[in-house]
């Protein structure tokens, strides 16, 4: 099985059913899944989003400054991270919360050995704040940290999407799911897995991604175990 991984985490998955914000029930479900594989004995590192909260990229549509409109992403980010170090310390599982973005008051700064070191003591690490700079996503957070961290994969977790489909599958009844896929192709074909900055950081850093659905109970354990689910974005086919 996979022994340190990233856990990439869209902020909408914090929301459960409401429209925006943070649910505590789903966040304390992600929790014990995230438990679940620590017990496991498995080095977890997670990068949430902050869609749930606020996008850079809508902000600039209204009409905003984009570094200024990123920089609340980041933000964004720094909540959605505190919501699910409580939830899992709830649950007996020891955390930290990491940062690029400096606040001291709540979160530690972001520094690679620091982190590798949480890693060794067997804490849960949330790579919160983005990169710290505007015009990157979560997407790139966690494609940089992969490569920082060695971790040996990501595990991108999508909110009821199985893994990557030759169509939409929302759309065509006749799409069928990939089940392995190199980085280039991901490229070639813009195929919506992350951006493309993550994506191309990912292929010259040799870095997979399995890409599945969160949305199962116990999916997070079965893609760390490399059973048979998702879609697996690798090098090599």
């Known amino acids: 099985m996979y022994r340190r991984v990233i856990l990439k985490l869209s902020g909408e998955a914090l929301k459960g059913q409401g429209i925006y914000g943070i649910d505590p029930k789903t966040v304390k479900e992600i929790a014990l899944e995230i438990k679940a594989l620590r017990d496991s004995g498995v080095e ?8 749930n909260l606020w996008r850079g990229k809508t902000g600039e549509e209204l009409g905003m400054d984009r570094a200024q409109a ?12 505190l919501a699910l170090q409580d939830a899992l310390e709830g649950v007996g599982v020891a955390t930290r919360v990491m940062t690029a973005l400096p606040t001291s008051a709540v979160a530690e700064p972001y520094i690679r050995r620091r982190a590798l070191r949480h890693l060794e003591k067997g804490r849960v690490i949330i790579l919160s ?3 710290g700079s505007p015009y990157f996503s979560t997407d790139t957070t966690a494609a940089l940290r992969a490569a920082e961290l060695a971790c040996d994969v990501i595990l991108m977790a999508k909110n009821g999407v199985d893994g990557v489909y030759t169509k939409d599958p929302k759309k065509f009844a ?14 070639e074909q813009n195929l919506q897995i992350m951006d493309s900055t993550a994506a191309s950081l990912c292929k010259d850093n040799h870095i997979e991604i399995l890409v599945f659905n969160m949305n199962i109970k116990g999916n997070i354990v079965r893609a760390v175990m490399k059973e048979d689910i998702g879609t697996i974005v690798s090098n090599g086919v």
């Open 129 to 131: 704040g983005g990169t």
């Open 70 to 81: 990123d920089y609340m992403g980041m933000l964004g980010t720094i909540m959605n991270g």
């Open 174 to 187: 006749d799409a069928k799911l990939i089940k392995r896929i190199t980085h280039q192709e991901v490229l």
């Open 44 to 51: 977890v590192c997670v990068v949430v989003g902050a869609g």
